[in-house]
């Protein structure tokens, strides 16, 4: 195990892409576009994680905002059972590939892991190709990200808790 967590941090250390010609590592971390668009996606994960746990952890808070939701579609109780032909699991697929690939498409809940899922992937594949930078770059990155994560997040949360509601 210390030698993996050595590993890993020597290669995360080690500068092993070749810059491009002509490029210059920055001397201070800047919010440039390429670190808005991807935080700007990360936000939208937050988003539709906070999304998510608001429907399933306060469903009522919800439905008592916004009356006129389609429980069948909104609420993750009810709604997992669109899935599968006349809401039963014993049934089989509502339709080819409904209860795989094609899932986000049967309810709110899967939508939204769809939605953080592929925000969270086009993040990283364009991180990806940005070139290496020194160590303390990717931790000022890591407090970003973090942040963005959280206020999307907590914009789609904490208004349907109980503790801000009272306020």
């Known amino acids: 195990m210390k030698m993996l967590f050595g590993f890993l941090l020597f290669t995360s250390l080690a500068h092993g892409q070749m810059s491009k010609p002509g490029y210059k590592t920055p001397t201070v971390w800047k919010l440039n576009n390429n670190k808005l668009l991807t935080g700007g996606l990360i936000v939208l994960a937050g988003a539709s ?11 009522k808070m919800f439905h008592n ?44 809940y899967h939508f939204n892991n769809f939605i953080n899922r592929a925000a969270w992937i086009s993040a990283i594949v364009i991180k990806l190709g940005e070139p290496k930078k020194p160590f303390k770059y990717y931790l000022k990155d890591l407090l970003f990200y973090t942040a963005c994560h959280q206020l999307g997040f907590g914009a789609m949360y904490y208004p349907f808790t109980k503790a801000y509601s009272k306020k």
């Open 65 to 108: 905002q916004f009356p006129r939701a389609n429980g069948k579609w909104f609420n993750p109780a009810i709604s997992w059972r669109n899935k599968y032909e006349g809401g039963k699991a014993s049934n089989g697929a509502k339709f080819p590939l409904s209860t795989s690939v094609l899932v986000m498409v049967t309810d709110q």
């Open 49 to 59: 994680k906070g999304f998510n746990e608001t429907l399933t952890f306060h469903w």
